[in-house]
């Protein structure tokens, strides 16, 4: 029945394309209008503009995106790389960065400056000069920086061997894992910091609170244990195994390779693609807009969440063609016809350029231009 | 009568230190009394007036700031401010003056019109110096220990923001247009062991409070002052240009110091280092610097040459676009655009010109004197005394040789070179004593030295006579110019250099619970597998005491195939953290590294037992001392 309905929604939209296009008005637009007029939600459409080595990216690996304005940066497997005028330019360890493979980047919107988590440590780049903080040189905890985030003087990193917090100030290095918090583990993966609370994904050891205020920690975890069977949906924490945090409007949203979590400091809502659009539970990162919406990065594609549908976007899993598809509150899945997508479905980074998109993925970063 | 029995006292106090400064003394010597505190005013630095008719003297060692008669010199106000004001600067519209006290981290703000102290604002830690932007809504504060740039909000003085800088980041220069501010740094930026120094001016846009370039400047360590032409298309710097990767034996070859500025901006199109040394007189600490309205002419201060250098502007820019690069090394250079040295006061600093450009006054820290050039001339007109002491007190006479080049063989350098207003350089040499290529020793931080004797790393100097009489002037000047009083008074002052306030611990001494946790550490006598630490593999053993030294030597491991002997002295710990890098040879880049690199077999303190949160602690710890 499914099938159905968005066939002949693709054959309505098809004529339609086209006698718009004969007629000159706006395809996209039109396209638009027929998918409301079926009672199908709107949701962001892009035209998606990927990068890859071949047109200036130095690797096809990009771990993290970051956007400052008119500039755009890019963590990958061989540099950290900058898109600003048209044009890239990639900064590597022969400028000072503490590894070539960039795992997350961070702005601080105070002075402009960005920090980049890497496999060596972590980064400062600040108007082209870098200064890079290592384990051996520094309070540095390890040098594997899986996160990074900045909240008024201080930078917070999620790191192979546990969390800490530089004192941009001061100078001053705070460490935080077993010894000093309820961190089982201490691979901390990601890390989200505001003045009130900062989160920490910790792979393997759920999601961990600090009240900034209080100093008081607090813990999440799944209440089924480590596995994958979930007895009551949203009872808590998806999983133990947590990989992206963001938090936002005092929500937090969490990524785990096993589905997704949202709370709102009373009630847990998860995420499963057995109930919801999320197109894989597999989660790479995962950015809140408010307290209603959020993108998730997954293996499978690209999702986004408005509070009540959903939209993938991604090249098809079997054709490998661009897809974006829309599933309603009912359920419903409806497949809107496009003629871009992201560079792959492996998505590991996501920002925002006003209504524009950036997705790193493991072969590419791709532009998502706002259509509207 | 009375100034010759005045002199004769001297004199023989004088010689009296000289005798009890000899090896195996230097407990008596400990225990002299530091002589009484002389208030000279110090000018560091000179403001007019947007109407030119007042002048405004920073005057550091009163701890005042002083409104001149612009045309006779006569005081019209004394405003007193906060410790040690390093910088000042009036608001675009003149109604404020800020100025910063460097040792206070506090910025007071003048009412011009009254002439009274409006608010004083909390800034970051050695705030050095101040300008305001352009609409009066952002105070932009250069802080020295910080290494940035503070923020503030001009009307509440609340903090925005802090911009990374250079390190030691000093002096800021706003562009006539406003739309850019420049900021330079007195230390080199890190660099890899035994490589060239490197600087930067860092160019923020104080509309977006933003750091938008660095202009790298390589070989350079020592940056000061930066001046603007009015049109905005020409900028200079002064700088210092060591030679520190090469023995010091060349002093004759200027292969010590060279004193360059970096010219730069649209009438050059790129940054240029031009040499102001002369093929047998060198210029030394080149500290300030003035461009002429018309831009004909180009003024540089010399604070270790007690003079004044004019630059022909036209003739330098030719000499630039006719000559490759590089041409800092080729002091035959200079000839071709140097117009005039102009003989000033002592340790001339800061200058400014009068809004014609016909005079030029000159603020002489070390003798309390403003010289007032004029510029049609090159010649001294007016030499304006500053109230303060009569008499130049011993300690004084120190501190001028202190900073004076001319005991150097040609004037090539002095203690301050090396000393950047008598701290450190953050530089490691090669001192040719101890044989070419051996025993390369990072530069220490001359602060509060009494009782951390003996000095050089091999401890071989049981004095401060010793280091800084016969083996200074063998070793370091090649000339043979102190006399037994000029030393004895150069001996006074380096040990009465007193310690800075310690930005890391708490005013009423109290440690955070970081600190307190180090500070453990630091004492412990048992480590964590309940082995009991040698006794001299405790941190507290050597470093013991209110100093953190025992002033004894040991070999803790960190000797390099270049030394001639693993056996060091203790270092003193006071105000450890300003002195990156570390270890006798700065191959320590952090005090981080002191343990995750330098020591693997715990012959430095047992530390490989601690888990990376405890020697974060000891660090905290450590950057209390």
């Not at chain 1, 530089?166 to 003045?195: D, Q």
């Not at chain 1, 947590?242 to 949203?253: A, I």
């Not at chain 2, 990767?245 to 500025?261: D, I, Q, S």
Request: proline share 5%.
């Amino acid at each position: 029945m499914r099938r159905m309905t968005c066939i002949a929604i693709l054959v309505v939209i098809a004529g339609t394309v086209g006698v718009a296009a004969q007629s000159g008005a706006h395809p996209v637009r039109k396209v638009h209008a027929v998918a409301q007029a079926l009672g199908v939600p709107t949701m962001p459409r892009f035209r998606f503009e990927n990068f890859t080595t071949a047109n200036g990216l130095p690797d096809n690996h990009v771990f993290s995106v970051l956007v400052d304005g008119d500039r755009v940066w890019a963590g990958t497997e061989n540099g950290l790389a900058v898109y600003e005028g048209g044009n890239w330019k990639t900064y590597t360890t022969a400028d000072g960065l503490a590894h070539r493979a960039v795992l997350s980047l961070a702005l601080d919107k105070r002075t402009g400056d960005v920090w980049a988590g890497t496999m060596g440590g972590l980064s400062r780049v600040s108007a082209g000069r870098i200064d890079s903080y290592t384990q051996l040189n520094s309070g540095l905890s390890n040098d594997v920086v899986y996160g990074v985030s900045v909240e008024g003087e201080n930078v917070w990193v999620a790191t192979a061997a546990g969390a800490c917090r530089l004192n941009t100030r001061t100078g001053e290095w705070s460490l935080y894992n077993e010894r000093n918090t309820p961190m089982n583990e201490i691979w901390v993966y990601a890390v989200s910091a505001a003045a009130d609370k900062v989160y920490f994904a910790v792979w393997g050891s759920g999601l961990l609170e600090l009240n900034q205020k209080t100093g008081v920690w607090d813990k999440w975890d799944d209440p089924d244990g480590e596995n994958e069977m979930v007895l009551l949906k949203d009872q808590g924490l998806i999983h133990e195994i947590t990989t992206s945090v963001s938090y936002v409007d005092g929500v937090v949203w969490v990524a785990t390779y096993f589905g997704d979590s949202h709370y709102d400091g009373r009630y847990w809502h998860n995420f499963l693609t057995k109930d919801s659009g999320l197109p894989s539970n597999f989660t790479n990162t995962m950015r809140g807009i408010d307290r209603k919406r959020a993108w998730f990065g997954t293996d499978k594609g690209l999702a986004y969440f408005d509070g009540t549908n959903w939209a993938v976007y991604r090249p098809a899993l079997d054709t490998g063609k661009p897809e974006m598809t829309v599933r309603d509150a009912r359920g419903q899945v409806t497949a809107i016809p496009v003629e871009t997508a992201p560079a792959h479905n492996y998505v590991l980074g996501i920002d925002f350029q006003g209504r524009d998109i950036w997705v790193a993925t493991a072969k590419g970063l791709s532009h998502g231009i706002y259509q509207p | 009568m009375r100034r010759r029995v005045t002199m004769v006292a001297v004199v023989a106090a004088a010689l009296c230190l000289v005798l009890l400064w000899q090896p195996g003394m230097v407990r008596v010597s400990a225990q002299l009394s530091t002589p009484p505190e002389e208030r000279y005013a110090s000018p560091l630095e000179v403001l007019l007036s947007p109407d030119g008719a007042r002048l405004y003297v920073l005057c550091q060692g009163a701890d005042e700031v002083r409104v001149l008669d612009a045309a006779t010199g006569r005081v019209l106000r004394t405003i007193s401010v906060g410790h040690l004001p390093r910088g000042f600067s009036f608001s675009p519209d003149g109604a404020r003056l800020f100025v910063v006290n460097s040792w206070d981290d506090t910025v007071t703000v003048i009412d011009t019109q009254s002439g009274r102290v409006k608010a004083t604002w909390a800034a970051g830690f050695e705030p050095s110096s101040v300008v305001e932007d352009r609409p009066g809504k952002l105070l932009y504060v250069a802080d020295r220990i910080g290494n940035n740039v503070t923020v503030l909000d001009a009307a509440t003085g609340e903090e925005k923001t802090t911009l990374a800088a250079g390190r030691g980041a000093s002096y800021l220069t706003m562009s006539a247009d406003g739309s850019r501010l420049y900021a330079t740094h007195v230390y080199p930026n890190a660099t890899p062991h035994r490589t060239p120094p490197k600087s930067e001016i860092t160019i923020i846009d104080p509309a977006q409070a933003r750091v938008v370039g660095r202009m790298m400047l390589p070989d350079i360590a020592g940056v000061f002052h930066v001046a603007l032409s009015r049109d905005g298309r020409l900028g200079v710097a002064a700088e210092l240009h060591p030679k520190n990767l090469v023995p010091m034996a060349h002093v004759e070859h200027g292969w010590v110091f060279g004193n360059t500025l970096t010219v730069f901006g649209a009438d050059v199109g790129r940054s240029v280092e031009v040499p102001l040394d002369e093929l047998d007189r060198y210029y030394a600490l080149p500290f300030g610097v003035a461009i002429t309205p018309d831009k004909s002419r180009i003024y540089v201060t010399h604070g270790g040459s007690d003079c004044v250098t004019v630059i022909d502007t036209k003739k330098m820019l030719a000499y630039i676009r006719a000559h490759p690069e590089p041409f800092a090394e080729d002091l035959s250079a200079s000839a071709n655009y140097v117009e005039a040295r102009v003989a000033v006061g002592k340790n001339p600093r800061g200058l400014v010109l009068s809004r014609d450009g016909g005079r030029l006054f000159v603020a002489n820290r070390l003798d309390d004197t403003i010289s007032v050039l004029s510029t049609r001339e090159n010649r001294v007109t007016q030499t304006i005394k500053l109230v303060g002491p009569d008499k130049v007190s011993p300690l004084r006479r120190g501190e001028q040789t202190f900073y004076a080049a001319k005991y150097a063989f040609q004037g090539h350098f002095g203690c301050s070179n090396c000393h950047i207003d008598s701290t450190f350089d953050g530089l490691q040499w090669d001192l040719e004593p101890d044989g070419f290529g051996k025993d390369i020793v990072d530069n220490r931080l001359l602060e509060d030295l009494r009782g951390t004797e003996p000095f050089k790393w091999n401890g071989g100097n049981p004095s401060i006579a010793i280091e800084c009489g016969p083996r200074t002037e063998m070793y370091f000047w090649r000339s043979q110019t102190f006399d037994d009083l000029t030393l004895a008074d150069l001996v006074l002052y380096i040990r009465h250099l007193p310690l800075r306030p310690n930005r890391w611990r708490a005013a009423d001494g109290a440690l955070t619970p970081a600190q307190e946790r180090g500070r453990a550490i630091f004492h412990r006598t048992v480590d964590k597998l309940g082995q009991p630490i040698p006794e001299g593999n405790r941190c507290a053993y050597c470093h013991s005491g209110p100093k953190g030294t025992n002033q004894k030597s040991f070999d803790v491991g960190t000797g390099k195939w270049t030394d001639n002997s693993g056996v060091l002295d203790t270092p003193q710990l006071m105000n450890v953290a300003l002195t990156a890098p570390y270890l006798h040879d700065g191959s320590a880049k952090s005090l981080e590294e002191i343990w995750t690199v330098y020591n693997p077999h715990d012959r430095h303190g047992r530390t490989n037992d601690l888990t990376k949160d405890e020697l974060n602690d000891l660090i905290e710890y450590l950057r209390t001392r």
